[in-house]
Each structure stands twice: as C-alpha cells, then as structure tokens.
Nanobody
Framework: QVQLVESGGGLVQAGGSLRLSCATS????????MGWFRQAPGKEREFVAA????????RYADFVKGRFAISKNNAKNTLYLQMGSLKPEDTAVYFC??????????????????WGQGTQVTVSS
C-alpha cells in the first residue's frame, strides 16, 4: 500500500519561508515522478512543482519559479518543497503526489496516481 504524508505547513508572514516534507511508503518512490500541487478555496487544484523519478530533473509552475525549490532524498523516501518569498496568494492546501512509471514529468493532476492528505499553508499580509 502506497502512502504519502505531508508535513511542514503553517502560518507565515508574506516574504517568509517554509519547507514542506512528504514522507512516502511503498516501493513507488524511486521510480516515480513526484509532484506538489495546491488548492485554494474556490479554485481548482493546480500544479506547483515536480521532480523526476530517474535523475533529478525538475519542473515548476511559472508562478513559483525563483521562489520554490523541489528536492528529494531517495534514501529517506522523502520529498521536499522549499518555499521562499511567500505571498498571500500562495495560501492553499498543498498536496504531494506520485506518478508511477512515467519517463517524463506530468503537470496535470489526473496523471498522478497517489496522493497525500494535504498540509495547510497560510501566508498573511
């Protein structure tokens, strides 16, 4: 059974930083693309960042380039999202997800197979 558990969310002032973590179990981590998505109230779930299962190729949404960084520790089966220069519009529930057996990094939620429960990030002005 594959499980993903996010942590690290919280309340931060605009301009601040947070690091989200996603602990995974099961055998999909090392051969799966891993991504972060977010969903704000009244909005659809949107792609934030992802990293390839083979190698460490990354892909980012335009609105986070230069501010967020995705990384992973394969030995610990853990995915990270370092978030800096946070803005109020970054407020959302952040989800980690795994897309199994894909050579390229997908950016649509429908192409991810496993999801965590989400962690709330709130950025105050």
């Amino acid at each position: 059974q594959v499980q993903l558990v996010e942590s690290g969310g919280g309340l931060v002032q605009a301009g601040g930083s947070l690091r989200l973590s996603c602990a995974t179990s099961g055998r999909t981590f090392t051969n799966s693309a891993m991504g972060w998505f977010r969903q704000a109230p009244g909005k659809e779930r949107e792609f934030v960042a992802a990293i390839s299962g083979i190698g460490s190729s990354t892909r980012y949404a335009d609105f986070v380039k230069g501010r967020f960084a995705i990384s992973k520790n394969n030995a610990k089966n853990t995915l990270y999202l370092q978030m800096g220069s946070l803005k109020p519009e970054d407020t959302a529930v952040y989800f980690c997800a795994a897309s199994a057996g894909r050579a390229l990094i997908p950016v649509t939620a429908a192409l991810y197979d496993y999801w965590g429960q989400g962690t709330q990030v709130t950025v105050s002005s």
